[in-house]
């Protein structure tokens, strides 16, 4: 998996904007303002995803390319190392979990916005 295909993925789901608010090695995935997932795009490269907690712990134990979230909330974010040992498929779907945990948590205007783009 690469990170343009990640992006370019992100970028297809509704309502998602890509911004560099942290620094330009950095991009941001927002839905609605809301952060979903943050890619490092200097070696080793990797995804910051939001995930439930218990899943987090479970994908840690799991997989070697799993790790807690560098420098996010480690219960509720995990890093993921593309290093080619989870497939696309496993990759898509955590994003795709992600995507899913912040749009639940969307307040009543903003889940009607996203709905009505």
């Given at each position: 998996?690469?990170?343009?295909?990640?992006?370019?993925?992100?970028l297809?789901?509704?309502?998602?904007?890509?911004s560099l608010p942290f620094n330009e090695d950095s991009p941001v995935y927002k839905v609605m303002e809301k952060i979903f997932?943050?890619?490092n795009l200097n070696p080793p490269y990797s995804i910051n995803i939001?995930?439930?907690p218990e899943k987090a712990i479970e994908l840690?134990?799991?997989?070697?390319a799993v790790i807690p979230g560098y420098h996010m909330n480690k219960k509720h974010?995990?890093?993921v190392l593309?290093?080619?040992?989870v497939g696309d498929n496993l990759i898509y779907e955590w994003i795709d979990d992600s995507y899913n945990l912040v749009t639940e948590k969307l307040n009543k205007t903003n889940k009607e916005k996203l709905k009505n783009l």
């Open positions: 998996m690469n990170l343009e295909l990640i992006r370019n993925y992100c297809g789901k509704k309502g998602v904007k890509e997932l943050i890619s939001k995930c439930d840690r134990e799991r997989y070697d974010w995990n890093t593309l290093d080619n040992s």
